[in-house]
C-alpha cells in the first residue's frame, strides 16, 4: 500500500506537485545494500572510458543557471517576456555551440499550442434513482473539469457503473472491462493499482502484480481518465481516498483552478465529457443508494475476475469552460551522428526551460526564479551538448536536445514533443530527461527513478562503476514519481527513458545531512521565489552526474543496438509494436 509518509504531503507544495508533477521528489533514504539490483550484463564494456571523455565544466553550467534564474527572465512562464527571453537565449546557446537546428523546417522551435481552461459548476452531479435524487456539493464532495475546448460540457441521464480500478493491463493479464460497454456512460473507478495481497504474506502487495508496493502507470489518475476516454465513457469520476492517492482532498480542489492542456485536432472531443474526483463519503452514499456496499466492491476489484457492476443509477452534470490560448515553443538543436546508417536514430536529452513566472509575493518576492527547477537541467543538457560535440571517437547515432515549455502546467510541451515527434519514435533509441541537479557536493550514488525499468540503468550503473559510484534505487516507489516528469512522456509513447535523480549518500557526510538538505529545499524554495542561486551551492556532485549521463548517452549513441526495456514493464508492449511496423 502507499504510505502517507510525510506531514509534508499535507502542505501546499503539494498541490503544485500533483498538478505539475516536476520535480516534487520527496526526501530520499540510504537503501540497504540489498536493493541494489545487480548489473545484468546486458551492455558491452566501453570501448572509451569515462575518464577520456570530455569534461563537463560545472562554471558553464552555473552561468547559464544566473542567466536563466536572473530576475530579468521574470520566472519563465510560458506565454510572458519570460518565454521569449528564454527561447532567444537558448537558440543563441545552440548557434553557439554550433549544433543544427533540430526542427527540419530549419529552425530551433517547435510550437506548441496551448489552451488555459478554467471550469465552472453550470449544473450540479445529480444522482437519480427511480424517483430518489442525490445531489453532489460542488468543492466538497466533487471536483469535475472537462478537458473539451468548448464553452462547456454536460452529460444527462447517464447511467452509472462501477469500474473497479478501471485498468487494462495485458502483461498481468488483468481487465476490469472485459468487454462492458460503457459508452456514453459515467464509470466510477477506484484510485491507484488493484491492491493485491501478495500470497505468501497478505499483510504486502503481491510483488508479481502492478509492481508491489511501486506505482504502475495504471495506478496514476491520468490513465484513469485516459483509459475512461478509449472506452468511450462520457464521464469518469475516481474515488478519491487519502491513502492511496498519496494527497488529501484538499490537494484535489486545487484542480478548480486554471487547468491547462493541448489542443488535439478534435479539440479534446475523444476525452470524456467530464473527468473528476468524488469523496469517499460521497462515494459511499452514491453506492448506498444504489443498494451496494462500497467496502465489499472494493474488495470484489481486486481480483482478475472482478466484472463491471452497473448501479442502477443516472448522473447529470454541465460544466462551464472559460479558455485562453497561449502559442509556446519548444527548442531543439541536434547534432548529426558520423555513422551513415545510424546517424538516423537519435538520443533526446530533454530538461524543461519553463518555471512559475510571477506570483503571489513571500517575503516580498514576486518572481519565481526556478533556479534549481529548472535552469540547472537546462543549463546541464547544454553542457552535455558542448562536451558531446567534442567527443572522439564521434557518436554514431544522432543526439537531439530539447527543452521543453510547460512541465510546470503538466508536462505538455514533452507531450506535444512525444505525439508531434520531429523524428520517428521508432527510430528514437532513449530519452535522457534532466529535472533539478544536485547543488550540495558529491555522492557516492546516483538515484534513478523506475530503477530497473529499462537497459539503460545498465548504462548507467557502468559508467557509474567507473567514479566508484552505485545506483540507489527511487526510495519511495510507491509514489508513482517516474509518472511525474517529462521522460515519462517518452515512456509513455514507447521509448526508454531514463529519470535520474540526486545521490543520496554524501561524501563525508551522516545520511540524515543529505535528507535534512533534501527537505530544507522542498519546504523552503520548492516552487518558492527563494529557488534561487545560492552562495553555498557545491555543483561537484552534479559535474559528476552530468559526467555519467554524458556518457550514458555517448555510449547508447555507439551500441550495436537500440536500448530495451525489460520484460514485464508496462511501456515494452507499445515499443515492440513500434519496431515491428
Ligand atoms: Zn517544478
Known amino acids: ?25 520527496e526526501p530520499a533514504q540510504p537503501q540497504p545494500a540489498a536493493s541494489q539490483p545487480a548489473a545484468t550484463g546486458t551492455v558491452a564494456p566501453p570501448a572509451v572510458p569515462l575518464a577520456s571523455l570530455p569534461k563537463i565544466d560545472g562554471a558553464a553550467i552555473l552561468q547559464t543557471i544566473k542567466v536563466m534564474s536572473s530576475d530579468k527572465f521574470q520566472g519563465r512562464a510560458p506565454g510572458t517576456i519570460g518565454e521569449d527571453l528564454s527561447v532567444g537565449y537558448l537558440e543563441t546557446q545552440f548557434r553557439d555551440l554550433g549544433l543544427e537546428p533540430g526542427n527540419p523546417d530549419g529552425t530551433y522551435i517547435q510550437k506548441v499550442p496551448l489552451v488555459g481552461i478554467t471550469g465552472s459548476e453550470a449544473k450540479p452531479l445529480t444522482i437519480t434513482k427511480a424517483g430518489e435524487t442525490g445531489t453532489m456539493k460542488w468543492k466538497d464532495d466533487v471536483v469535475a473539469w472537462s478537458k ?232 546541464t543538457v547544454l553542457e552535455i551538448a558542448r562536451a558531446l560535440k567534442q567527443a572522439r571517437p564521434q557518436p554514431k547515432r544522432s543526439f537531439l536536445f530539447l527543452m521543453v515549455t510547460a512541465e510546470e502546467k503538466g508536462l505538455l510541451g514533452s507531450e506535444y514533443y512525444s505525439l508531434n515527434p520531429l523524428y520517428p519514435l521508432a527510430k528514437t533509441a532513449a530519452n535522457i530527461n534532466i529535472d533539478g541537479v544536485n547543488q550540495w557536493g558529491r555522492t557516492k550514488d546516483i538515484s534513478v527513478v523506475g530503477l530497473g525499468a529499462s537497459e539503460l540503468d545498465d548504462y548507467l550503473r557502468q559508467a557509474a562503476q567507473e567514479q566508484g559510484r552505485t545506483l540507489t534505487p527511487d526510495p519511495e516507489p510507491e509514489k508513482g514519481f517516474y509518472y511525474r516528469s517529462d521522460h515519462f512522456n517518452f515512456a509513455k509513447q514507447g521509448v526508454p527513458a531514463l529519470d535520474p535523480d540526486s545521490g543520496i549518500d554524501y561524501i563525508g557526510r551522516s545520511a540524515a545531512w543529505g535528507k535534512a538538505k533534501r527537505d530544507e529545499y522542498t519546504d523552503k524554495d520548492y516552487h518558492a521565489p527563494s529557488d534561487q542561486v545560492k552562495a553555498d551551492w557545491d555543483l561537484s556532485g552534479a559535474v559528476e552526474d552530468a559526467q555519467l549521463l554524458m556518457a550514458v548517452g555517448y555510449r547508447v549513441a555507439n551500441a550495436d543496438r537500440m536500448p530495451e526495456w525489460r520484460a514485464g514493464n508496462e511501456f515494452k508492449a507499445k515499443r515492440d509494436a513500434m519496431l515491428r511496423k
Not at 285 to 308: E, Y
Open 148 to 379: 473539451h475546448v468548448a464553452d462547456g460540457a454536460s452529460i444527462e441521464k447517464s447511467d452509472v457503473v462501477f469500474a473497479g480500478y478501471g485498468v487494462e493491463a495485458p502483461e498481468y493479464g488483468w481487465d476490469d472491462f472485459k468487454g462492458t460497454d460503457v459508452k456514453g456512460k459515467t464509470i466510477v473507478v477506484l484510485v491507484n493499482d488493484p491492491a493485491i495481497p501478495d500470497p505468501a504474506d497478505p499483510a504486502k502487495l503481491d510483488p508479481k502484480m502492478f509492481g508491489g508496493n511501486a506505482m504502475t502507470y495504471y495506478g496514476r489518475w491520468t490513465y484513469k481518465f485516459e483509459q475512461g476516454a478509449r472506452k468511450g465513457a462520457a464521464a469518469v469520476l475516481i474515488v478519491h481516498e487519502t491513502l492511496p492517492a498519496g494527497y488529501p482532498f484538499s490537494v484535489v480542489q486545487g484542480n478548480l483552478n486554471e487547468k491547462f492542456d493541448l489542443v488535439a485536432p478534435d479539440k479534446n472531443m475523444a476525452k470524456a465529457n467530464i473527468e473528476g474526483w468524488i469523496t469517499l463519503d460521497a462515494a459511499r452514499r452514491l453506492f448506498t443508494m444504489a443498494g451496494q456496499d462500497f467496502d465489499t466492491l472494493k474488495k470484489r476489484a481486486i481480483s482478475k475476475d472482478f466484472t463491471p457492476v452497473p448501479l442502477g443509477l443516472k448522473a447529470s452534470m454541465a460544466i462551464r469552460n472559460k479558455l485562453r490560448t497561449i502559442d509556446s515553443r519548444n527548442v531543439i538543436a541536434k547534432l548529426p551522428g558520423s555513422d551513415p546508417v545510424l546517424k538516423d536514430e537519435y538520443v533526446v536529452y530533454s530538461a524543461h526551460w519553463d518555471h512559475l513566472g510571477v506570483g503571489a509575493a513571500v517575503n516580498g518576492d514576486t518572481i519565481y526564479n526556478g533556479a534549481l527547477d529548472n535552469a540547472s537541467g537546462v543549463a
Open 1 to 25: 500500500m502507499p504510505i502517507l509518509r510525510s506531514h509534508r504531503f499535507l502542505t501546499a507544495a503539494l498541490t503544485a506537485i500533483f498538478l505539475a508533477g516536476c520535480n516534487g521528489r
